[in-house]
């Protein structure tokens, strides 16, 4: 496929595997091998379906555009976080990914309302990946970054990225000189 091509939504596949996903804990077999397959599949419908959503999400309005901004930055942590062995740790996470990729659907084909774009500056600031949550600074163009969870009271804990020397000697260096380390 070129640049230029976009792949097709199947909505009724995308509907199909979300469906699977949602009945995981309902379902939950003894062997839970063909789960990896089903998450395969909706990591990448999640992957379709977020592109998607950013070209549009500036002609949104209100709700609906606030709530495609927090699904489409979820999206990208349930990605980057993946899940562990245990059943239950890969069946929530499942399951997760398809309320997600339902979500994410749902918007695509019912985005509300839409006009000309509008607040352009703060969905790039709000979809943006690149600052760290350790240090507050930038995460430029090839330097390693990493997800982690940060402490919040509100919330029990905030998913965002931080470089991937924040425990280091260079991370408390960049925190004291921010504009003089690489």
């Known amino acids: ?9 199947d909505a009724a596949m995308i509907r199909q595997a979300y469906t699977a996903g949602l009945e995981v804990w ?26 998607e959503l950013t070209r549009s999400v500036a002609r949104m309005r209100g709700e609906y555009q606030r709530c495609a901004v ?11 976080e993946g899940a562990n062995n245990s059943p239950a740790t890969r069946a929530g996470h499942i399951q997760d990914l398809a309320v997600i990729a339902r979500a994410l659907l749902a918007l ?10 509008t607040r352009k500056d703060l969905i790039a600031e709000a979809l943006r990946r690149n600052a760290c949550g350790a ?6 163009d090839g330097e390693v970054y990493e997800g982690a969870l940060f402490a919040s009271d509100a919330t029990g804990g905030l998913h965002g990225y931080r470089h991937a ?10 925190q004291r000189h921010p504009h003089t380390v690489p």
Not at 109 to 116: A, I, Q
Not at 135 to 140: M, R, Y
């Open 108 to 117: 695509h084909e019912n985005p509300g309302p839409l006009g000309p774009p």
């Open 26 to 51: 309902a379902c939950r077999p003894q062997a839970p091998e063909p789960w990896d397959e089903l998450r395969d599949r909706l990591v990448g419908h999640v992957k379709l379906l977020v592109p």
């Open 135 to 140: 240090c507050s600074q930038p995460i430029t």
């Open 70 to 80: 927090h699904v489409i930055v979820r999206a990208h942590h349930l990605i980057d």
């Open 1 to 9: 496929m070129g640049s230029s091509e976009r792949a097709q939504v």
């Open 165 to 174: 020397d924040s425990g280091n000697d260079v991370a408390g260096e960049r």
